[in-house]
């Protein structure tokens, strides 16, 4: 079975720090480009960072989080990772991971609709 299973999430105090994972099963994460994208309540899906399935295809953070989250991938281990440090208030949102084939980064993270897995989402709760 093709899917992305998420861990990681809760709830943490402004200023905190939490991680999130993506498991890819069912296929090599090698041909996809990978990234997170978060909805907040009555809000549209956003790209929060992307990564190009080539490293030329470059690596994306939206303005509000960039020095502050970091993505990074493990292709071995099939694994997606997402370090969210200085969380704010308005980082609140369900949190989900995704993979589109052959992309790059700043493509993957406009274009929420043309991604090819989603995670089951996982909130995030910044609050103090």
């Known amino acids: 079975q093709l899917q992305l299973v998420q861990s990681g999430g809760g709830m943490v105090e402004p200023g905190g720090s939490l991680r999130l994972s993506c498991a890819a099963s069912?296929?090599?994460?090698?041909?996809?480009?990978i990234g997170w994208f978060r909805q907040a309540p009555g809000k549209e899906r956003e790209g929060v960072s992307c990564i190009g399935t080539r490293s030329s295809n470059g690596t994306y953070y939206a303005g509000s989080v960039a020095g502050r989250f970091t993505i990074s991938r493990d292709i071995v281990k099939s694994m997606v990772y997402l370090q969210m440090d200085n969380l704010k208030t308005e980082d609140t949102g369900v949190y989900y991971c995704?993979?589109?084939?052959?992309?790059?980064?700043?493509?993957?993270?406009?274009?929420?609709?043309?991604?090819?897995?989603w995670g089951q989402g996982t909130q995030v709760t910044v609050s103090s």
């Open positions: 995704a993979a589109r084939r052959f992309t790059t980064a700043q493509a993957m993270c406009a274009g929420p609709t043309g991604n090819d897995f």
């Open positions: 069912g296929f090599t994460l090698h041909y996809y480009g």
